[in-house]
């Protein structure tokens, strides 16, 4: 229930004001002079104070601005009387939700009043919405010991403080491009505004235009109403450009323009609409190979490389591979309810001896898929994915090219299910290699049905 406190010295006023929203299902309390108004906001949890502008004691506008110094989020909605609009407009000024002029009827009150509570409740909301994207995307979450991530950090906590300049974040696949571009956003000033992203090279050229620049009615066909497109519904925040290597290079000439001009035209429009979108882009080229292959503009490398930041793959930053892996285990041990407690030692040496060529992201799919197929206490060798063991393993350089192997069972004894594993994975690559990745000529080629490939592709996690 919403508690509403009346501060008004007009006992008639204050009282049926309290019997009719009372009725309305609010608690109410009724304070006669400015002090007692005071008094009853520091003891009570109030909502949302009807607070009069002329009180015997204390200017009621005096009473605002204490009230809004204990606690910001009361809502104060002003009454007025005659010749007090100006002080009214002054209270607006100050903080007040509104005002209202006396004399009222109660039903004005009462909507008033509903409106306020309502927009404080949406805002509440967004607030912690935003808090928690905070919470999610700030720099804490990016995890890694290697020299490469401290000083990634850096870089982010100072390109979050300067305002508007373009960023360029380079990276493999799954090195944490994503990931880095929220943490700039959510770390900024401009983390009340919204984070737009945009996959450049998942949409056609024509869409990516409409979608970025949005159109004016009737601009094409299909454009049946106006519509504003991403670099608009940015403005205030970031717009995140991920793979921007693949733009095509028309589209890159739009982009230099935009950053340059600050401003661009919708689809079949005259108006320039101005942009403060910031724009982070991303991309898994190396850029300057492709200016030197004109597959991207000089000019716009220049301009997005200003800041820079480069994220290694993780085989070049191997003691992230250790925080990194315990940082999973605990994020999917909170998301599934398990309890794994941690990884072998030998489990470990395989892992940081990994190629990764999916980097962070394979590493976090690789430990998530064993904690919810295996769900071992500790993680061990076994567990792992054969790409991972077998990429060591002798066995799979020793296999002959063309031709099948009789084993010799060492004394030992060997791990059938390691050894028939990989003996499958080697011919399914082997048959993919040959028939340049046509899944059917290859199950023609082993003699599988092709769902009987698809199913042992999966299983042995062979892409
Ligand atoms: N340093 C890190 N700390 C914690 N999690 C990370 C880190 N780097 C990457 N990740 C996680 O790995 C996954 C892949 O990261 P992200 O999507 O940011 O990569 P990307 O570089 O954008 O990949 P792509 O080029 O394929 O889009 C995400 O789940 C991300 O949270
Ligand atoms: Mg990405």
């Keep these: 229930m919403n508690s509403i406190l009346i501060i008004d010295d007009q006992k008639l006023i204050g009282s049926s004001l309290k019997v009719a929203l009372e009725k309305e299902g609010f608690d109410v309390r009724v304070a006669e002079t400015g002090a007692e108004g005071i008094v009853a906001v520091g003891k009570n949890n109030i909502d949302l104070v009807l607070l009069d502008i002329r009180l015997p004691d204390i200017n009621g506008i005096e009473v605002l601005k204490k009230i809004k110094e204990m606690d910001p989020e009361i809502i104060v909605i002003m009454m007025t009387g005659y010749g007090t609009i100006e002080n009214?407009?002054?209270?607006?000024?100050?903080?007040?939700?509104?005002?209202?002029?006396?004399?009222?009827?109660?039903?004005?009150?009462?909507?008033?009043?509903?409106?306020?509570?309502?927009?404080?409740?949406?805002?509440k909301e967004v607030?912690?919405?935003?808090?928690?994207?905070?919470?999610?995307?700030?720099?804490?979450?990016?995890?890694?010991?290697?020299?490469?991530?401290?000083?990634?950090?850096?870089?982010?906590?100072?390109?979050?403080?300067?305002?508007?300049?373009?960023?360029?974040?380079?990276?493999?696949?799954?090195?944490?491009?994503?990931?880095?571009?929220?943490?700039?956003?959510?770390?900024?000033?401009?983390?009340?505004?919204?984070?737009?992203?945009?996959?450049?090279?998942?949409?056609?050229?024509?869409?990516?235009?409409?979608?970025?620049?949005?159109?004016?009615?009737?601009?094409?066909?299909?454009?049946?109403?106006?519509?504003?497109?991403?670099?608009?519904?940015?403005?205030?925040?970031?717009?995140?450009?991920?793979?921007?290597?693949?733009?095509?290079?028309?589209?890159?000439?739009?982009?230099?323009?935009?950053?340059?001009?600050?401003?661009?035209?919708?689809?079949?429009?005259?108006?320039?609409?101005?942009?403060?979108?910031?724009?982070?882009?991303a991309t898994n080229h190396n850029l300057r190979d492709d200016v030197n292959r004109k597959k991207f503009r000089q000019d716009l490398f220049y301009r997005l490389n200003v800041l820079h930041i480069y994220l290694p793959p993780l085989r070049d930053r191997r003691e992230d591979i250790v925080p990194?892996?315990?940082?999973?285990?605990?994020?999917?041990?909170?998301?599934?309810?398990?309890?794994?407690?941690?990884?072998?030692?030998?489990?470990?040496?395989?892992?940081?001896?990994?190629?990764?060529?999916?980097?962070?992201?394979?590493?976090?799919?690789?430990?998530?898929?064993?904690?919810?197929?295996?769900?071992?206490?500790?993680?061990?060798?076994?567990?792992?994915?054969?790409?991972v063991i077998g990429e060591y393993s002798p066995l799979s350089k020793t296999l002959p090219k063309d031709s099948l192997v009789a084993f010799n069972i060492a004394d030992q004894g060997v791990d059938f299910k390691t050894v028939t594993e990989s003996v499958q994975t080697w011919l399914i690559r082997e048959a993919l290699d040959k028939t340049k990745g046509s899944k059917i000529k290859a199950a023609k080629l082993l003699n599988l049905?092709?769902?009987?490939?698809?199913?042992?592709?999966?299983?042995?996690?062979?892409t």
Excluded at 99 to 121: D, G, H, R, S
Excluded at 165 to 173: K, P, R
Excluded at 345 to 366: H, I
Aim: glycine share 6%; proline share 2%; hydrophobic share 40%.
């Design 88 to 123: 009214a407009v002054l209270a607006m000024k100050i903080g007040a939700f509104d005002y209202v002029n006396k004399p009222f009827k109660t039903k004005t009150i009462t909507t008033i009043l509903k409106l306020a509570l309502e927009t404080q409740k949406l805002k």
């Design 127 to 281: 607030g912690s919405f935003r808090d928690k994207n905070r919470m999610i995307y700030g720099t804490d979450k990016i995890i890694g010991e290697s020299s490469a991530i401290h000083e990634i950090l850096e870089m982010v906590r100072k390109i979050s403080q300067i305002d508007s300049s373009t960023v360029l974040i380079q990276g493999e696949s799954g090195t944490g491009k994503e990931l880095v571009a929220k943490a700039i956003h959510y770390n900024s000033a401009r983390s009340n505004g919204p984070f737009v992203e945009i996959n450049c090279s998942a949409i056609p050229y024509t869409l990516l235009e409409s979608e970025l620049f949005g159109y004016e009615q009737g601009a094409f066909t299909d454009a049946k109403r106006t519509k504003r497109g991403l670099m608009e519904q940015a403005n205030g925040g970031t717009l995140f450009l991920d793979e921007i290597g693949d733009m095509e290079l028309s589209m890159q000439a739009k982009i230099l323009n935009v950053l340059q001009e600050k401003k661009f035209r919708r689809l079949g429009g005259v108006k320039l609409i101005d942009t403060d979108a910031r724009i982070i882009t």
């Design 324 to 387: 990194l892996s315990s940082h999973f285990i605990h994020e999917f041990n909170l998301t599934f309810k398990k309890t794994v407690r941690g990884v072998s030692q030998d489990a470990l040496d395989l892992l940081m001896k990994y190629s990764w060529p999916g980097n962070v992201r394979e590493l976090r799919n690789t430990i998530e898929r064993i904690m919810i197929i295996d769900n071992p206490e500790v993680i061990q060798s076994r567990h792992l994915p054969l790409e």
């Design 449 to 462: 049905d092709r769902f009987a490939l698809r199913y042992l592709m999966n299983k042995l996690h062979i």
